[in-house]
């Protein structure tokens, strides 16, 4: 009988060769289909591609790998995760904005004083082995205060109120407030919701003269912006109401710009 001799360089190979085939991730991957800024109770926005945070736990509420933070931008017609989320178990996924390499989910903290939108998911999306792709939906978590005075430009809004505070991105809860003055250069106001207790708004003409116009009592909600219309007495020395508004928050041209960059 001849005895069949096998290099020993040739074995190595086929080790090598066969060991490759389980070398690579099975598990389908989390995609992301599109992902809106909820504009109104019936419509949406368009897309837009700054990186949105991704906070992603088990059904139980654990960190689904590690931190459980990814982030997803908008490149080249598509929206793709920074690094792949293998989807080996059921679990839920919160998007909030602004994103930070810094957050550590579910709760950050927030300054208004820089005057920066905040976008959450409001409800987690689920994912699943079997149910891997997800529509993304965003909800404003602060209310916004826009103020006019007719024939003048507005060109600084104030008003003591939460200047820092946490925000729990799953629950959309706002805690640990601390008041201060929030301040815009112009006629709009980011604002943490909350109920006005004997509060001013300050707001400033490009002469530099001030007003004060007094939203004592006042709830401001989720969501929802609040417009103010005001025109000079004869003497221009007070402010006359025109007309107050509130309505869901809507996204303008600005608002898509800033999301944008």
């Not at 103020?147 to 805690?175: A, D, M």
């Not at 004592?216 to 221009?236: H, K, M, P, W």
Request: aromatic share 10%; net charge negative.
């Amino acid at each position: 009988m001849k005895k069949v001799i096998i290099p020993l360089a040739l074995c190595l190979i086929t080790a090598a060769c066969g060991g490759d085939e389980n070398d690579g991730k099975t598990e389908p991957e989390m995609k992301i289909s599109s992902c809106y800024v909820v504009s109104s109770s019936s419509g949406q926005s368009e897309n837009f591609s700054s990186p949105v945070g991704m906070y992603i736990t088990s059904e139980a509420g654990q960190p689904y790998e590690g931190s459980g933070v990814w982030s997803a931008s908008y490149n080249s017609g598509a929206w793709a995760m920074d690094k792949p989320v293998y989807v080996t178990k059921a679990g839920k996924v919160y998007a909030y904005y602004p994103y930070s390499s810094n957050d550590s989910p579910p709760v950050l903290p927030l300054d208004m004083t820089r005057q920066t939108d905040v976008l959450y998911s409001r409800v987690a999306s689920p994912i699943a082995p079997g149910s891997v792709s997800l529509s993304v939906k965003l909800y404003h978590a602060l209310s916004k205060l826009v103020v006019s005075v007719k024939g003048e430009e507005v060109t600084g809004l104030s008003l003591s109120s939460p200047v820092k505070c946490r925000f729990n991105i799953c629950t959309g809860e706002f805690t640990d407030l601390q008041s201060g003055q929030v301040t815009s250069t112009d006629g709009r106001l980011f604002v943490v919701p909350h109920v006005t207790v004997g509060k001013e708004m300050i707001i400033t003409l490009k002469s530099g003269k001030q007003y004060t116009y007094s939203v004592d009592g006042t709830e401001f909600r989720a969501g929802e912006s609040y417009t103010y219309e005001f025109q000079l007495n004869e003497d221009r020395d007070k402010l006359e109401i025109l007309d107050i508004s509130v309505e869901d928050w809507i996204n303008d041209n600005n608002y898509n710009d800033y999301l944008r960059r």
